[in-house]
């Protein structure tokens, strides 16, 4: 940019002249958790459908290992 700042720090002024450091900081923490509860959301739909696919083409319940991160019989 022209001026020498990037678009980030740009953004940023412009949205301390509306509010404090604080509310744009809990603005950002609060689309970051957002973000991150859709990832979870869709990490947790893909391992159900996995799972489900899974049990059906061997005919065995499945359950998810989380510390392997794994679908196992179970």
Known sequence: ????KSIARMMLENELAHRGLEEV?????A??????????????????????????ETG???RFDAAKREIVPG
């Not at 940019?1 to 020498?4: E, H, K, N, T, V």
């Not at 900081?25 to 923490?29: H, I, S, V």
């Open 31 to 56: 689309v970051a958790a957002a973000m991150d509860a859709s990832i979870d959301a869709g990490f947790s739909h893909a391992v159900a459908v996995l799972m489900a696919m899974k049990s059906y």
């Open 60 to 62: 065995r319940r499945m």
């Open 1 to 4: 940019a022209a001026s020498g």
């Open 25 to 29: 900081e809990a603005g950002l923490d």
